[in-house]
């Protein structure tokens, strides 16, 4: 199983950024996907999920209204649109696949593969 995320980098408060995750070698249109993120010095922390049909999603607190989750089963990729960018968005975010994550969907121990990781960092 691999998750590949993309789509990092640098950029300005008040920006936008588009986060991808391209999965392989699972049945993707099973797994619901969520993306979660880690600031140096703090714990992970939930973004948002997917589910598998892409039926419902689901969003933290902290980036509602400006993070939204989508999927396309047929390419096997999900993405993150990021907008209204904070300097409090800076993390390396990851993207998750589980399976059946709900009712604990922002349970990072509810997912069972996780990829690399992309850098995003948000300027004042």
């Not at 390419?75 to 709900?102: H, I, W």
């Amino acid at each position: 199983v691999q998750l590949q995320a993309s789509g990092g980098g640098l950029v300005q408060a008040g920006g936008s950024l588009r986060l991808t995750c391209a999965a392989s070698g699972l049945p993707f249109s099973i797994y619901d996907m969520g993306w979660f993120r880690q600031a140096p010095g703090k714990e992970r922390e939930f973004v948002s999920t997917i589910t598998n049909s892409g039926g419902s999603t689901y969003v933290g607190d902290s980036v509602k209204g400006r993070f939204t989750i989508s999927r396309d089963n047929a390419k096997n990729m999900v993405y993150l649109q990021m907008n209204s960018l904070k300097p409090e968005d800076t993390a390396v975010y990851y993207c998750a696949a589980g399976f059946r994550t709900r009712p604990e969907y922002a349970n990072s121990r509810r997912y069972n593969y996780w990829g690399q990781g992309t850098q995003v960092t948000v300027s004042s």
